[in-house]
Nanobody
Framework: QVLLEESGGGLVQPGGSLRLSCAAS????????MGWFRQAPGKEREFVAN????????YYADSVKGRFTISRDNAKNTVYLQMNSLKPEDTAVYYC??????????????????WGQGTQVTVSS
């Protein structure tokens, strides 16, 4: 089991930027892919981004490709999500996610083994 703690959410105007961080503890961080999902009110939780254990391969939802960047620092057991050119439709609770299986990506809810508590991101003028 891994414990995940997000930080960095908040209120930002359209076109602005935020960086989310997720600190992990409790198991070998470097062998598991890490990622971010989000859930808007009344909607299902959806995949946002994932980064493999080595950091060399990343995956993004089409809706955020070119605007969001995921990265990780295995020495600090931390994964980041840099969000640029934010839109009102990016408003959601963002959840950090650790894969259930080592070395494999987690791009669906079922592939996630551990969740963070979530951090609110609100994009509004």
């Amino acid at each position: 089991q891994v414990l995940l703690e997000e930080s960095g959410g908040g209120l930002v105007q359209p076109g602005g930027s935020l960086r989310l961080s997720c600190a992990a503890s409790g198991r070998t961080f470097s062998t598991y892919s890490m990622g971010w999902f989000r859930q808007a009110p009344g909607k299902e939780r959806e995949f946002v981004a994932n980064i493999l254990w080595s950091g060399g391969i990343t995956y993004y939802a089409d809706s955020v490709k070119g605007r969001f960047t995921i990265s990780r620092d295995n020495a600090k057991n931390t994964v980041y999500l840099q969000m640029n050119s934010l839109k009102p439709e990016d408003t959601a609770v963002y959840y950090c996610a650790a894969a259930r299986t080592p070395f494999l990506p987690a791009r669906s809810v079922g592939a996630v083994g551990s969740w963070g508590q979530g951090t609110q991101v609100t994009v509004s003028s």
